[in-house]
């Protein structure tokens, strides 16, 4: 499970920084890629990584200001031609299926493959399958704007073969039984519960994505005790007040917002065009002094989500 940043600037492209679009890359999971944002030009962006179009299965939308929707029409009707014949869900707020009707109907435009198009206004769970979940909770912004908690499932414990090995159970059948948690007799009388020879079950990780918002505590709610949580930061840290006005978070509150859920890990993207070089790394720099274990992401970074020890009780 990787995060690869295609743009992380705030209201306009930049030089340095286009505008938001994240890909969670789900290769080795469920061979897919999905989109949390679509900004001007993502597909542009998505030409100097290795992700392949065809891949991209889900896009969520934060909410429907252009900065994070701009990018949809050119990807979607790009996506018919570069391999992309598979079904696509975009889930996203009220007013996102008229906007893609619109810019497709209006620019004679067709799709190559099936569009399912989820329009959202409540709070709760958007999507299950057996391997992964996605819960939404409104943030505070000037328009409905969302965050996305990702959920991976737990996968079952494996059957620890080698101590089976040293009981002289052979290869067989038998493992099949045990891995199921059965209990079986050997020749010689010995009792073996399946269960005593089962590894724990590997935790699922967290990924919480927000979208703009001022400091709130849904985006706490929302993040409790992520491994990754990814969040605006569009002012510095004495810009409390502007950022307030604008709908909008600094990178202390952010880190505030880190630490209050619990999460592992704090990725600051949103990044206003006046943070340039050595300004955006003060942004991080600030960051520590609440929530150690933040990073300022660039254009491009690629983040790993690692499997580590979660906390007792998640």
């Not at 992964?132 to 704007?145: Q, T, Y």
């Amino acid at each position: 499970m990787e995060l690869q940043f295609l743009g992380t600037g705030a209201g306009v492209p930049s030089k340095m920084r286009n505008v938001t679009s994240i890909a969670l890359k789900l290769l080795d999971e469920i061979n897919e890629v999905w989109l949390f944002d679509c900004g001007e030009a993502t597909q542009q962006q998505i030409l100097n990584t290795n992700i392949r179009p065809g891949k991209i299965k889900k896009i969520f939308i934060t909410h429907m200001h252009g900065d994070h929707i701009f990018g949809l029409p050119g990807l979607l009707t790009s996506r018919s031609f570069q391999g992309g014949e598979d079904d696509l869900t975009l889930y996203g707020p009220k007013g996102i299926k008229n906007f893609i009707d619109t810019t497709i109907q209006a620019s004679c435009s067709k799709l190559g493959y099936p569009l399912r198009v989820v329009e959202f206004e409540k709070e709760g769970l958007l999507f299950e399958d057996k391997h992964f979940k996605v819960e939404m909770k409104r943030l505070e912004h000037g328009i409905p704007s969302y965050g996305f908690r990702v959920t991976e499932k737990d996968q079952p414990g494996e059957l620890q073969a080698d101590r089976l090995k040293e009981l002289g159970i052979p290869f067989g059948p038998l493992y099949g039984k045990l891995k199921k948690g059965e209990t079986i007799t050997l020749e010689d009388g010995t009792i073996v519960n399946g269960q005593d020879y089962i590894s724990p079950d590997i935790k699922g990780r967290v990924v919480t994505i927000c979208g703009d918002t001022r400091k709130c505590e849904a985006s706490e709610i929302l993040a409790y005790r992520s491994d990754v949580l990814v969040h605006e930061a569009t002012y510095e840290g004495d810009k409390g007040q502007q950022a307030y006005r604008h709908f909008h978070s600094t990178s202390l509150q952010a880190a505030e917002v880190a630490k209050n859920a619990e999460v592992k890990r704090l990725l600051l993207t949103h990044i206003s065009a006046r943070y340039l070089g050595k300004q955006s790394q003060e942004l991080e720099d600030e960051a520590k002094k609440i929530f150690e274990n933040v990073q300022v992401v660039k254009d491009f970074d690629i983040v790993t989500v690692e499997r580590i020890k979660h906390h007792e009780g998640r």
